[in-house]
């Protein structure tokens, strides 16, 4: 059992959420998964892949952790049940942990990501309220990653307080990279936050030709920059792929 710092976490009204702990340990070096790289292939390029959607179907979940390598960070879902277990045990199994934060997308509500999705037309306080509402769902993971948002990530007016919040609470941000119009990377580094953006959506074309494209293309970039995140959804088709 991997504990969660009771000195990173703060009480709110929904609950416990994590916070800088007293010594100026963040949540994002506390649980960090350090990977043991060896001496020879430490310039080598890197890839990094996320998973998202997990908590939501038992069977993808469970295939998720029995089949996806340890580098694969997991980005859980805040409606699945059973959170707090399923971080604990992939954090067991060596997997980054991210919290998928629902933000508004251009056709909401007909598009509707979830319950206290982050919203254009609300103030930054009820924005933020509903951000603790999230970050109480179960603890020990790294840093949020946006879940849609295609409208919210391009307001500056909504996403500059949550971002803020999310640097003072010890966290990364990470753009799952849906939406070009997103201005999460200008913002991130005005705000001291840490911050990454996926460069290749895997699974956007769900079949095994296209993924296997996708996950090409990522080592191109790789290639290319030194490093590249691809994000992927938990389908049984990406998981056996990746």
């Avoid at 469970?62 to 879902?77: N, R």
């Avoid at 306080?125 to 409208?151: C, E, P, T």
């Avoid at 996403?159 to 990279?177: M, N, Q, W």
């Avoid at 030709?209 to 996950?215: F, P, Q, S, V």
């Amino acid at each position: 059992k991997l504990p969660v710092d009771p000195k990173n976490l703060e009480t709110t009204r929904h609950g416990l959420i994590p916070k800088v702990g007293p010594d100026g340990k963040r949540s994002f070096t506390l649980y960090a998964q350090p990977r043991d790289i060896p001496e020879s292939k430490k310039d080598w390029p890197r890839v990094s892949i996320i998973v998202g959607g997990l908590g939501i179907s038992a069977s993808g979940t469970a295939e998720a952790l029995a089949k996806l390598p340890a580098p694969v960070s997991f980005a859980l879902a805040p409606y699945g049940t059973d959170l707090e277990k399923l971080a604990e045990q992939a954090r067991a199994q060596k997997h980054e942990v991210l919290l998928q934060v629902p933000m508004e997308p251009f056709d909401y509500p007909d598009n509707d990501p979830g319950p206290e999705t982050l919203l254009t037309s609300l103030s930054s306080d009820q924005n933020i309220d509903r951000l603790h509402w999230l970050m109480s769902r179960f603890q020990g993971y790294v840093g949020i990653i946006s879940y849609m948002g295609a409208k919210f990530t391009a307001s500056e007016a909504s996403l500059a307080p949550v971002l803020r919040e999310t640097a003072k609470r010890g966290l990364i941000y990470v753009d799952d990279g849906a939406s070009t119009r997103s201005i999460a990377s200008q913002l991130a580094g005005s705000q001291n936050l840490p911050f990454a953006k996926a460069d290749i959506v895997i699974d956007a074309v769900p079949t095994p030709t296209e993924i296997g494209h996708a996950l090409a293309r990522l080592e191109l970039k790789a290639h290319e920059h030194g490093s590249a995140v691809g994000f992927a959804t938990a389908l049984p088709g990406t998981i056996a792929r990746i």
